[in-house]
């Protein structure tokens, strides 16, 4: 029995970094692998930005509705076989995509491939991580969504690459066959749990935080829905802001892989800082930290400052996210903790489909990014109002105990 536990809790480890390698490559590729598209699409088919980046709010989009049907599915039929089904039909979509020759193609492809394909990823990998650590569950939970800032970072990069190297439909199809070839054997890898019981936590009731469970999850669909549209501006739209300078697609690639990369240790700070100073705290602290610096992107004229500025945003940036899961821990009963993660996130994604498209279409209708990153700003502004006004009421500190 000693020999069993101890391999369960090695085994644990290598279902925390396969996912964190699986939600890199998919999550990377839905969220906003297509920014890397934009130009090479507008020059070489002629369509607008604004047409472009809708193929991204698809993909979310389906993301969004599909992660609502696909993490019921998995608590019935377990993991493995429901993210095998999500990478199967993630890497077929952008096979399929390679011979897309219309823009209706593509939105089809790109709903079914976040619908069937990064819904049938992302909420059950999120839970199975969880149920695999009694003790220590959010260390893990922050090593496997790092892998998804690393893969928001790193597909974009790889992908300018490829289309510099094979064009845009030979670019589709590499990625779909590196999705076949990785992400089926790491699924094979994952498993159910030892035991189903997943760590209860603390389960703070609406007398204990001072506000009705539905006004929360609520308030905190508005934050997710306004902090999520201001920074998918930069994810979605900073490589070509940076390609406007007259800067190559490689190293406007570049910058946003070095952005995220620093993400990760944000995500590590921010949900420590949220343990010191409560999660709506550290969550207002993040948001304003983004609000503060996204509209300054459109000022940077030159690579070096652009690395600079992006090291220094991405850092405060990536702490949102974390702010925004904490805070449902600790404001939601355990008892509807579980659906209070899947309807809030939902509405992230809606944020992040949201914002990549506003800033398409009203950089077509102007010319510039001025006012797209303007509108990013004023979300996050509007979210600091929505989350302060959540603080206000609540009479809890909100801080996460120490870990046994």
């Known amino acids: 029995m000693r020999t069993d536990n101890t391999t369960q809790a090695h085994y644990r480890w290598i279902i925390v970094f396969a996912s964190a390698l699986i939600l890199a490559i998919a999550m990377g590729s839905i969220v906003n692998g297509i920014s890397a598209f934009i130009v090479p699409m507008q020059d070489a088919f002629g369509w607008q930005r604004g047409e472009t980046a809708f193929i991204n709010f698809t993909g979310i989009v389906g993301l969004a509705f599909g992660g609502l049907v696909m993490g019921p599915l998995a608590d019935r039929k377990g993991t493995r076989p429901v993210v095998l089904i999500g990478v199967s039909v993630l890497g077929l979509s952008y096979l399929a995509a390679s011979f897309a020759t219309s823009l209706w193609q593509f939105y089809a492809l790109f709903f079914i491939a976040g619908f069937f394909g990064a819904g049938a990823i992302f909420p059950p990998i999120m839970a199975a991580v969880g149920n695999w650590f009694q003790v220590g569950a959010g260390l893990a939970i922050g090593i496997a969504s790092a892998g998804q800032a690393l893969g928001q970072g790193g597909v974009p990069f790889a992908s300018s690459f490829l ?44 007398e204990e935080t001072g506000v009705p469970t539905n006004v929360v999850i609520a308030t905190l ?13 930069p994810l979605m739209h900073l490589v070509p802001l940076i390609q406007d300078r007259g800067i190559s697609a490689e190293d406007a690639g570049s910058v946003i892989f070095v952005m995220l990369i620093v993400a990760i240790a944000g995500r590590v700070t921010f949900g420590k800082l949220a343990d010191m100073i409560g999660a709506l705290q550290a969550y207002m602290t993040a948001t304003a930290w983004m609000t503060l610096l996204v509209f300054g992107f459109i000022y940077i004229e030159n690579l070096q400052s652009f690395y600079l500025y992006a090291i220094i945003y991405g850092f405060g940036y990536a702490g949102v996210m974390t702010g925004v899961l904490v805070s449902i821990r600790v404001l939601v009963p355990v008892s509807r903790r579980a659906s209070a993660f899947g309807i809030v996130t939902m509405f992230g994604w809606f944020g992040h489909a949201i914002g990549g498209y506003q800033g398409g279409v009203l950089f077509d209708l102007t010319g510039s990014y001025t006012i797209p990153y303007g509108v990013a700003a004023l979300a996050g502004i509007l979210n600091l109002i929505v989350v302060s006004s959540l603080l206000r009421k609540t009479n809890y500190p909100f801080k996460l105990a120490p870990q046994p």
Do not use: W
């Open 221 to 233: 669909c508005v934050a997710i829905v306004l902090c999520c549209t201001c920074m998918s501006v």
């Open 163 to 206: 289309i510099k190297e094979y064009g845009i439909d030979g670019a589709f199809a590499a990625t779909g066959i590196v999705m076949l070839a990785f992400l089926i054997p790491l699924a094979l890898l994952l498993r159910q749990p030892p035991s189903a019981q997943i760590t209860q936590g603390t389960s703070n009731s609406e």
